[in-house]
């Protein structure tokens, strides 16, 4: 990249008369044809990472940053009279949920960044996760057309490349955007397109289409194995190219990482195209399958465990139902051999019916990882034990990462300068270097607490512009920005704002530090009880934040259309990051991470990566509550949430609210929520022990309040938790996977 040709190149945009999107395009594409034309050596082997998600949030700020034009760009608009912050206004590209889809994306960024070769293979959906806003405090979800106004001009439509998908009843033409991924290597993020009939194009119109009705699902199957077989199809082609049908060579080149299970048909098309295409033996490609394919599992909640019907896959894939029946009938000849009858049924790919897509990945797959410690043992001890007592050698965990240049250096450029001063620029390519800033050191504490007390009035700022919510200026920030789910918890903190609420109006809080709660989340579209509990959250704020008897201490705010470019702003500004899922069902989390990286505290449970977070900081930075993995089962045997409240009358109170008209109920959703608690509905009465936990985690939210007024001992912490963050750099997990699971031997 020639960085001067390129400042030249800006120079000369002329802005006058220009529209903003104008401007937007004109500069990127300034850009793009920098980095397109750099010159790339061919790597020896090249990761290749499916994904249904990849969240890569909004380019232009990364872009220029990674190009290390972003200060100078500035100015150079700033002196033609053009702000370049308006872009800030961008839409993100929001093609994923949650954490799944943004570790692609942080992934995506440390492989270019270290220089291994690693390229994206997703769907290029039209319409992005939905954009929230609340009405009367409910959810309103409105369809996400990313590309209308901004357009995309980081990607290159790649019409040459182009590849036909062939289903039962359609033929669909997959057409590659390229999006390059800029840093020591420019990787590409591929997203393919579906083109042809109008049903055709269905297939990548929306992501996560509903899928409780039929057709639902075949949608979603093709939209899996549209993406995987176009993947497939083309590496495959590249590879005869050079090779011929020398496969026995094809894992020199290439390895798979499937990011859960929703590209598991493309060991299907793999095996499919060796065989009939190539006229491999089955055993032969299933041999070449297995030290290609490998496999990441990111949750173990039953309900997201896919699982295919044969019959509907036979419908329209019926070649792919034949290769996978033939794969399951293939692993148990194997395993017959040597394993228990119970083993294999555990094992067994078509299970009732039905294709286990966790099953085909595990069987085929080199080397399977969780993303966490203790995922990676509930992986082993639970969900996958009849494998791993059978393949141990399979199994190991990579805790997840996420990336510091875009959730450090680009979100926290105040944390970042304070950092390049006192040690230079080699933290931005070490984090661990970061240690040498010593948390007990007067100044370290006093350049910190300015910089959170700047994030922090930035964030206000941008909350009072966005929500029209003014929030208390000298308070203790406590967020919760994640995905609403039940296993999650935002009910608790719901309850234990309320129990603060009432202790605060009867005079039992003297003492208590103005503290205020900051909620994000959207919750997927057919969710009602997520839903509800967004209602109630909107509804105590309401409550809240209308009294004048508390509301100079106490505040909740729950913003809208929480993504990227939202936590952007939130994390920095934080000073406590909620992480309190129950016990075993966070496989990592990575916000939590993100927290930890701009000194936030954790109060949290001891689940994911929370556990390792706690440990890294050498325990007492961070605030640690509730029920243990271990302890789980054992208290849900003899658990009466009934009894427990009876017992807890302070507690009652607050589960009352649900259903004694503090707030309106017309459609009885809150009550649901309440049934949820106290009742068998499609999970156990507080399955997730919501009301198990409140009374602990209450006690903490207090410790917190109480720690906090030692200004200086509260900052301690908090920078601590900032320069211990290096192992939740997604350099170190990159490294980790290019070394134990990808074999990458580039020297770099
Ligand atoms: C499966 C079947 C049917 C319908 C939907 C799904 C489905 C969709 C999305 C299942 C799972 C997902 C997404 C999962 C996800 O985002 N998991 C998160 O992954 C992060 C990265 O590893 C972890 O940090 C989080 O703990 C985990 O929840």
Known sequence: MNRDRLIEKLKAIDVTGKTEQELYTEISKACMSEIMETPQKAPAKTVSYFSVEFLMGRMFFNNLMALGVLDEAKEIFEEKGFDLNCFEDVEDAALGNGGLGRLAACYLDSAANLGYPMCGYGIRYQYGLFKQRFEDGCQIEEADDWLKIWGDPWSVRRADEKID????????????????IYGKRINTLRLFQAEGSPEAEKISEYLYPADDTEDGKLLRIRQEYFFSAAAVGQLVKNFTKKNGKNFDRFPEFHVFQLNDTHAVFAVAEFLRLLTKEYKLTFVHAVDIAKKTFNYTNHTILPEALECWDVKLVEKILPEVAHILTRLHLHAKREWDMSYSVEDTTE???????????????????????????????????????????????KFLNVTNGVTPRRWLMLCNRELADFYDESLGLKWRFDLNELREIHCTNENNLKAFAAIKAIKKRQLAEYIEQKEGV????????????????????????????????????????????????????????????????????????????????????LQVVFVQNYGVSYAEKIIPGTDVSLQVSTAGFEASGTGNMKFMMNGAVTLGTLDGANIEIVEATRGWHNYIFGAKVTEIEKIKANYDPCEFVAQNLKIKRVTDTLTDGTFEDEGGELKEVYASLFEQTYNSPDHYLVLYDL????????????????????????????????RFSSDRAIEEYAEKIWKLNISH
Request: charged share 25%; no cysteine; hydrophobic share 45%.
């Open 695 to 726: 009374p602990q985690y209450l006690e903490t939210l207090l410790m917190v309040n109480r720690d906090y007024q030692d200004k200086e001992l509260f900052a301690r912490k908090q920078l601590a938790n900032a320069t211990h963050s290096a």
């Open 165 to 180: 998908v062939v289903f039962k009843d359609m033929t669909v033409t997959a057409v590659p955007y390229d999006m390059p």
């Open 470 to 553: 003014k929030l208390l200026p000298d308070a203790i920030y406590v967020s919760q920005v994640k995905r609403l789910h039940e296993y999650k918890r935002q009910l608790m903190t719901a309850l234990a704002i309320l129990y603060l609420y009432f202790d605060l109006k009867d005079g039992k809080l003297p003492d208590f530090t103005p503290m205020v709660f900051i909620f994000g989340a959207k919750a997927a579209g057919g969710y009602k009880r997520a839903k509800a509990i967004i209602k109630f959250i909107n509804d105590i704020a309401e409550l809240v934040n209308g009294d004048e008897e508390v509301n100079a201490r």
């Open 347 to 393: 094992m067994s790919i078509v299970r009732g019916g039905r294709f286990s897509m966790a099953n085909v990945a595990v069987y085929v797959s080199g080397r399977v990882n969780g993303v966490a410690e203790i995922h990676t043992e509930i992986l082993k001890k639970r969900l996958f034990a009849a494998a791993y007592k059978n393949a141990s050698y």
